[in-house]
Nanobody
Framework: QEQLVESGGGLVQAGGSLTLSCSASGRTASNFAMGWFRQAPGKEREFVAA????????FYSDSVSGRFTISRVNGNFTVYLQMNSLKPEDTAVYYC??????????????????WGQGTHVTVSS
């Protein structure tokens, strides 16, 4: 059973920055990917960013492209989400996800097998 441990999050003013991190236990399945999703109150869970472990290719939602950066540390299967120029609409619970996920569905939550407990991000205006 994969264990995902998240850290980071908190309260920040609009325009500020936060960094989230997520560590996995080291599963190396084919097509292994790690990603971030978020869920705001009353809304569905939505894709934020993802990274394919074998290639380092990254994927972003349109709403965060250019502001957020996902990166990895190969040795300990840790993924980071650097969030800059935060907006009040970025307020949500952010979830780390991992699994053997094909690129074609990397923006969908269902293919991910493992999820973190979620961390709150609040951006004040």
């Amino acid at each position: 059973q994969e264990q995902l441990v998240e850290s980071g999050g908190g309260l920040v003013q609009a325009g500020g920055s936060l960094t989230l991190s997520c560590s996995a236990s080291g599963r190396t399945a084919s097509n292994f990917a790690m990603g971030w999703f978020r869920q705001a109150p009353g809304k569905e869970r939505e894709f934020v960013a993802a990274i394919k472990w074998s290639t380092g290719n990254t994927f972003y939602s349109d709403s965060v492209s250019g502001r957020f950066t996902i990166s990895r540390v190969n040795g300990n299967f840790t993924v980071y989400l650097q969030m800059n120029s935060l907006k009040p609409e970025d307020t949500a619970v952010y979830y780390c996800a991992a699994g053997a996920v094909r690129t074609t569905v990397i923006r969908e939550p269902r293919p991910y097998n493992y999820w973190g407990q979620g961390t709150h991000v609040t951006v004040s205006s």
